[in-house]
Each structure stands twice: as structure tokens, then as C-alpha cells.
């Protein structure tokens, strides 16, 4: 395999998409060497069909909203690969949403998931519906639209959604309520992400947040650093941002940034559980603003059109959406200081900042494997859902817990250089191929 040439067919094939071009490019280059030194995998082109989706189905989503006004929107299933399991990921509402977007966040899927240890495949979907200001009613009924298309495609062996951005408790909650009615089956096991009298997991909502801590932790231990009193800038303010800033708070570290698309705010003394909740509620408000937050808690600040990573700190973790760390802000975080990045938002880093952070030397981790620990959980769910069981907070923390440090350590083992530099990027996108790479192998050529 030649990078330059399989890029230079997709650019072609694919003109424009440029979120799944550089999601593609990225890992093609760190598994090239490898792939390489297996002629198997390129005698069955293993890399030419993992690249393109399994199938794509879109969809129109017509709904009425409050004012009576009849809105349509674009739904989206992407189902990636299905080499080890049914096909898993979360579904994404955003006014960005198109299928490039969601093209790369199935392929990232695929990879995370085989990273799991647990049987997924890859999927995403979605939809360029905007929460945004929408009523309770209007997410209610659009997210019923959608499932009146969506239901046929999907099942707990088939594939399974769950949330994403724009998609949390609530969405979920719509989603199953039109699936059941349609299905006419309590069917569980085939969204996860579920209330938790309804067949969700304990856990489930804190776990991408955690999770990302765990492997941090490992990544610390790794180096021989400890997180307990280090600084923490997070981006974001949503489900995974408050997990995240809940289990830094717990483990000793001082969260001294959170930002949303308005600006950033600086928290110098850290979180505490009131400012914790807080981010809860400000996520429900569907304002997608952060600004508040200084208004009720005065020993923080609010700098309007700035990021979290303009803001000193050992530890920077993006917890928000692709590409929202960019070169320059790599740049400015190593002149301050920072020794730690690691993405928590799926493709969170521009591939310039990966670079900069590579050259600088410091620990950097992909989102593929920090931010696994969400989908970890919701392959815990499904098994849950398939016993008829629910297991205690304890008992799906600790799976997660050993679930993380599996992660890190297919990392240290595929991504440990001759100088003892541990690549995480290699590390994660080398695991998560080779996982899949020889399902495909021995399923033959379908
Ligand atoms: N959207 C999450 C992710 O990017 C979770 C997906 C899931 O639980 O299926 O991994």
C-alpha cells in the first residue's frame, strides 16, 4: 500500500470530504509500515474496502414545529464495518452534520470499538437538525421522525445507536419510545445510552468522561507523573466535558478551564460539586453558551471569543468536537507550559497540532482510544440488556476501569518507538487495524 495513491483514488472518489479524507490519511499513515509486512493484507485489499463504508442510508426527516411551520431535515445511517460485531456508534444532531462528517466518524468508530476488547462494529448517524433552541416538543417530535425511517435498519444484532453530539438521555428516551411503537418489541439492546429503569447501564453517562481520565491516569503512570494537583483545561461543556471534569476533581486535579462557543471560563480554584452540576445545567438550557456560568459563580471569569486552550495548564483535554485544537493553539499551549494533551472529542486535534505535540515531545493520545470508555460502556450495556440484567455502579466502573487500561496497553505495545517515545497514535490506530484487519481476512471476500 501507498498512501499518496489509495488518498489520491478517495480525493477523487470523494472530492470534498475533507473531515473523512484527513480522518483516513491519518491513520493509513501510522499503519503503512505494518500493512506493509503483511502481503496477505494487501493480496485481499483489506485497506481499499475498510475505507468505504459498508453502505450509507440517508433519509428525509419532515416535522412540524412549534409554530406550526413544517421544517425537513437530513437523517444519516452510515454503516461502516461490521467485521467484529454489529455495527455500533452514536448519532450525531448539529447543524454542521453532513456525510463527510459523519463518514469519518464511522471509520473512527470502527477502530474504537475494535480497541474496546468488545464485539462492535463501526457505525454513525445522524442528522443536521440544530437542539439549539428547540422546545422539549420540537426535539420530541423531531426525533420521532426520525426513527420513522431509521427503525428497519437498525436491531440489537444488526446495529445499535447511541448518543453523540446533540444526542444525550432525553433524545435517547424519543428515539426508543417510536422504535418500540414501531417494532412492536421491547427490544432493549438496540440503542444504548438508556434510562436507567428502562435497560440503560449505571455509569453510561459518566463514562466517556471517566474513562478518558483512567487512560490519562495510565498515560501519567506511564511516564512516571502523578495527575493529583496538576491543572486541567477542558473544552466544552457538555456530557463528556462534565465527566471528565467530574473524575479530574476527583482524582486531585484542578479543572481551571471550560469553554463553549462563546468564550472560555477561567476557574482558577477548580471545580467543585456545585459548579459540576451546574455544567448539567447549562447543557439543558439548549442555549449552548457558557457565560453563565461566571455570572453564578463569581470566583470564575468569562473571556468572551476565547478557547480553553488560551489558558495555562499542565493537561489540556478537548472534550467538543473535531479539529478544535488547531496548530496555533498547540503552539500557544507549549509555550505555556502544557505536558499532556489528550483528545477527548473524537479528532478533537488538527493533524498540525498532533505534530506539534509530537515534536514537542509530550504525552498525546487520540480520541479513538481516550474517549472509548463511552461506547466501552455501551457494549456493557448491551450485554446487560441481552442477560436481562443490571449490574451495580461498581461492577460497570471497574469493567471500565480494566476496559481503559486494556486500551492503554495495546498503545504502549504497537506504539512503543526505539527511543522509548510512546507514539499513542500508532499505538491506537495499529491495535484497532489489526483487530480488524484479520476478521476481514478470515471472512472472506464479501
Ligand atoms: N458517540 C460516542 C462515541 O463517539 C458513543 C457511541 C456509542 O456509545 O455507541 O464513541
Sequence with gaps: MNVNNVMADLERKHPGENEYLQAVREV????????????????????????????????????????????????????????IGPYKGGLRFHSAVNLSMLKFLGFEQTFKNALTTLPMGGAKGGSDFSPKGKSDAEIMRFCQAFMLE??????????????????????????????????????????????????GSLVRPEATGFGALYFVQHMLHKAGKDIKGKTVAISGFGNVAWGAATKATELGARVIAISGPDGVIHNPNGMTPEKIDYMLELRASNRDIVAPFAERFPDSTFVPGKKAWSVKCDIALPCAFQNELTGDDARELLA???????????????????????????????????????????????????????????????????????????????????????????GANVAGFMKVAHAMLEQGII
Design 150 to 199: 431509521l427503525w428497519k435498519n437498525i436491531g440489537p444484532d444488526t446495529d445499535v445507536p447511541a448518543g453523540d453530539v446533540g444526542v444525550g438521555g432525553r433524545e435517547i428516551g424519543y428515539l426508543y419510545g417510536m422504535y418500540k411503537k414501531l417494532a412492536r418489541e421491547y427490544n432493549t439492546g438496540v440503542l444504548t445510552g438508556k434510562g436507567i429503569t428502562w435497560g
Design 336 to 426: 505555556n507550559g502544557t505536558w499532556c494533551a489528550a483528545e477527548v472529542s473524537n479528532m478533537g486535534c488538527t493533524p498540525e497540532a498532533i505534530a506539534e505535540f509530537q515534536k514537542a515531545g509530550i504525552l498525546f493520545a487520540p480520541g479513538k482510544a481516550v474517549n472509548a470508555g463511552g461506547v466501552a460502556t455501551s457494549g456493557l450495556e448491551m450485554t446487560q440488556n441481552a442477560q436481562h440484567l443490571s449490574w451495580s455502579a461498581e461492577e460497570v466502573d471497574k469493567k471500565l476501569h480494566y476496559i481503559m487500561s486494556q486500551i492503554h496497553e495495546a498503545c504502549v505495545t504497537y506504539g512503543t518507538q526505539p527511543d522509548g517515545y510512546v507514539n499513542y497514535v500508532k
Design 28 to 83: 493509513l499513515e501510522s499503519i503503512e509500515e505494518v500493512y506493509n509486512e503483511h502481503p496477505e493484507f494487501e493480496k485481499a485489499r483489506i485497506v481499499e474496502r475498510m475505507v468505504e463504508p459498508d453502505r450509507i442510508i440517508t433519509f428525509r426527516v419532515t416535522w412540524v414545529d412549534d409554530k406550526g411551520e413544517i421544517q425537513t431535515n437530513i437523517g444519516y445511517r452510515v454503516q461502516f464495518n461490521s467485521a
